[in-house]
């Protein structure tokens, strides 16, 4: 069973930065397919990027040109840099990791822009 754990999450002003992580000791990179997704309040969850176990990546129009999916085989971790953040980009952000048909979900780390 993969245990993901995300980090990096906090406050920011509008047009700041943050680096999400996602560790997730015993990932396979050559069979998983990562991806974040995000819930602000009120609202169903939404896929924000993924990356496939080629390392092809998409993202969501909204964060095209912002954001970017990265994975480190090293560290076992995945990462989201978000730059040019916006109050709409306010939400709890997800981990998730997708192995021949079964899903796991990390808890979850809370991004809050807002000045």
């Known amino acids: 069973q993969v245990q993901l754990v995300e980090s990096g999450g906090g406050l920011v002003q509008p047009g700041g930065s943050l680096r999400l992580s996602c560790a997730a000791p015993g990932i396979i990179f050559s069979i998983d397919a990562m991806s974040w997704h995000r819930q602000a309040p009120g609202k169903q969850r939404e896929l924000v990027a993924s990356?496939?176990?080629?390392?092809?990546?998409n993202y969501a129009d909204s964060v095209k040109g912002r954001f970017t999916i990265s994975r480190d085989s090293a560290r076992d971790t995945v990462y989201l840099q978000m730059n040019s953040l916006n109050p709409e980009d306010t939400a709890v952000y997800y981990c998730r990791d997708l192995r021949v048909g079964l899903e796991y979900w990390g808890r979850g780390t809370q991004v809050t822009v807002s000045s």
């Open positions: 990356i496939d176990n080629r390392g092809r990546t």
